[in-house]
């Protein structure tokens, strides 16, 4: 065969091997990495759905000791819990032993002590469920239902990175007022019938309380991390300067990310990959306000990149706020396993397992329809950068294979 001949012939095995792969990771079963991840897709889906007023049975273990067990250097929970709805209907019962400010931040927030010594963060409803948040795409309160609906997301995408959280009714007159710090009972007051309360924060104001219905707050329980590990605070890499006129480097330099890859630790280790998995998440939330982010301390790297802080997320269900994906599209690269679970959840799988997951909480409807229905418009959006990526630069620069699975110490 003639040397000519040859390359065309060799051009077009490649090309057919090259479209082969996009084949078989565009939701195909036919490579083992997608056969894996399709199994891990389907005992996701088989767990998905939680019991109302389930309770732990055949344990000595309080909920608290079981979920502070499942921590680990890459995840908060493991791919299996058949303990879930159980820790988190205590979550969303036990009793309140103590009542205080919330810890440091901008956003109003309550501290509580439950029944057997268990931190967790009070987030109070701010907002009617179809109240759409106007203006840049971080403005507005925290948004409580946005906890829940991330968390329940996390599971969905496999990622299990996110704290568990659930909604929560909980009456400030006999639940938390006998039980609260004098710090927090001087931030209560009453606007009309309506008990209110707001707190110690940056942008908390007397002017602008958190009020209940009568004495009847909804909120949010987010379970705070086991104090074994500690966690350690990052500037993100992709953070906005919020400030008019100001533009962040990756806002104007299209080759931003190859002097990110050049920064420890995402010159090495999976960091930088986390950090396009959260864009995406965060992309389908709507969440533009990540400027920093947590890891475990002392990880050397290893550690997830941990989902916390996820309130400022389904403010404006029509805005699709691409710039939050600009560690996605400058990089150009993602987690085959992501892909594949992207590609999983395509034609309304998205909205679909989202309401299933969300018909537990106590606080259900949790989204309204506008937002479910944003998820998959936006995962359409995702999808198509990855496959912009790998037409641009191809499938294997693209899709990178990373399944770094510490062991629990």
Known sequence: ??????????????????????????????????????????????????????????????????ASQWVGPREVYPE???????????????????????????????LLVLD??????????????????????????????????????????????????????????????PVATDQLLSTFLMQGNNTCFYGKCYYCRESEPACAEGEIMEGSLTLWLPDVWPLQKHRHPWGRTYREGKLARWEYDESYCEAVKKMPPYDAGPRLLDVIDTAIFDYLIGNADRHHYESFQDDGGASMLILLDNAKSFGNPALDERSILAPLYQCCMVRVSTWNRLNLLRSGALSSAMRQALAFDPIHPVLAEPHLAALDRRLSGVIATIKQCMEAQGPDNTLIEDRMNLPHP
């Open 1 to 66: 065969m003639k040397l000519k001949q040859r390359m065309v012939v060799l051009c077009a095995v490649l090309l057919l091997l090259g479209l082969a792969k996009i084949f078989l990771l565009d939701g195909g079963e036919g490579t083992a990495a997608s056969r894996r991840d399709l199994r891990a897709f389907r005992k996701m889906e088989a767990g998905l759905s939680l019991s109302r007023g389930a309770r732990l049975t055949n344990t000595l273990q309080s909920p608290w000791e079981i």
């Open 116 to 177: 057997g010594g268990q931190k967790v963060v009070f987030k109070p409803k701010r907002y009617n469920r179809d109240y759409v948040v106007e203006g840049e795409p971080y403005a507005g309160y925290d948004r409580h239902n946005a906890e829940v609906a991330a968390f329940h997301l996390d599971r969905i995408l496999g990622f299990r990175r996110a704290p568990l959280v659930v909604g929560r009714y909980v009456n400030l007159r006999t639940e938390i007022k």
């Open 80 to 110: 299996e819990t058949p303990e879930l709805a159980a820790v988190l209907t205590s979550l969303s019962s036990a009793r309140i032993e103590r009542a205080d400010v919330g810890y440091k931040g901008t956003q109003l927030k309550a």
